[in-house]
């Protein structure tokens, strides 16, 4: 395959990772990785003037991440021409989605790089197999611990995210009985592996931390949640937040109660990422505004906002994936809807 050159992308200011902001920075992206990343007046003798330079009134930041979308209920053109670089998606059946991974890895996808679970881990008519959006085979049934331990490693034996999503939504219908989560969390410990939990209904984020579950699907929306298990949330684990998808721009009960509870998560010390739950819903596509002014509401900095929407910094090696933002997000969380530039792998894609 040909070499697609190297692409510099210049603005006036931008943000390379955690602590990281710079003025006047310069990214020169080579095969699709960051051969240096900095302010221009450092860029070293030994690094190349771009073959060709792209220069934006902007902020560069790395390309965005939504740690929860059904990619297959979405347009992945839209999603990547919207600011998000890459995507994690939590839950489709495995015949579908792990070639479509596959094929987001190839430089004709016109899409975010895709990462996927493959099916939820439920009980026999459990969550989602009875649910509207989700297709056949999004719900893997699992009947007893014996089962569910084989269950969780037929599913990491297939995914390489490493991470198990359960569902626990006794909104739904039944949920997995205790012994039978503990044996999914168990086992995917055991493999290196993490879980992540789908806990909807009175009492079910409790029952997921109690397993030993690493990360929430959701930031939990369906009950005020005590601050004795906030604070065990805090320091055992993750939550991805997911918040509009719960008032899609209004103001609802269920809003109210998540950004509650995710409000005392963070100032007990939790850790957010960015997700909406893409294609389960009217989410729009890419970086979105609504759900970035959730996470300001409930209390993320403006730097905690980069860092939850994030992954991977703006250095040498590092993936060629990064956003140029028409206003700087460090001053105003309105910068978000204004994305003017887009590269993914390397190659401008807006």
């Known amino acids: 395959m040909p070499s697609m050159g190297t692409l510099g992308v210049r603005a006036p200011m931008g943000w390379l990772g ?15 990785f960051v051969a240096w990343a900095g302010p221009r007046s450092s860029l070293p003798a030994g690094v190349a003037e771009p073959d060709e ?61 895709i990462r996927a ?32 331990a084989a269950a969780t490693m037929e599913v990491l034996s297939r995914n390489d995210l490493r991470v198990v999503k359960v569902a626990l939504n006794v909104d739904a219908g039944p949920t997995l009985s205790d012994q039978e989560l503990l044996a999914i969390c168990d086992t995917a410990h055991a493999q290196g592996a993490l879980v992540t939990v789908h806990a909807q209904g009175g009492g079910q984020a409790e029952r997921a931390v109690g397993a030993g579950a690493d990360e929430f699907a959701h930031c939990p929306w369906s009950e005020r949640l005590s601050d004795d298990l906030i604070e065990a949330m805090a320091t055992r684990t993750r939550i991805v937040s997911t918040l509009d998808i719960h008032s899609y721009g209004a103001s609802t009960p269920e809003l109210t109660v998540a950004i509650d509870n995710l409000r005392r998560f963070l100032l007990a010390g939790g850790t957010v990422a960015y997700g909406t739950d893409l294609g389960n819903g009217p989410i729009p ?22 860092r939850a929407l994030t992954f991977r910094p703006l250095e040498p090696g590092e993936p060629a994936d990064l956003v140029v933002l028409g206003q700087n997000p460090l001053e105003t969380v309105d910068a978000y809807p204004d994305v003017r530039v887009v590269v993914r792998a390397g190659r401008r894609v807006r």
């Open 18 to 32: 955690p602590s990281r902001p710079v003025e006047d920075p310069v990214v020169v992206l080579d095969g699709g």
């Open 53 to 113: 330079l792209v220069e934006v009134d902007g902020f560069v930041m790395p390309g965005a991440v939504d740690r929860h979308v059904h990619i297959a209920l979405a347009d992945p053109r839209a999603v990547v021409r919207g600011g998000a670089t890459a995507v994690r998606d939590l839950g489709w059946p495995p015949g579908e989605i792990f070639p479509l991974a596959d094929a987001s890895e190839t430089p004709s996808f016109d899409g975010p790089l």
């Open 117 to 148: 679970v493959g099916p939820m881990l439920t009980c026999a008519d459990g969550y989602p197999t009875r649910a509207g959006w989700a297709a056949p085979g999004t719900g893997l049934e699992v009947r007893g611990a014996e089962e569910a």
């Open 285 to 306: 596509p890419g970086i979105h505004p609504g759900e970035v002014a959730h996470l300001f509401r409930a209390g993320l900095s403006p730097e905690g906002i980069l």
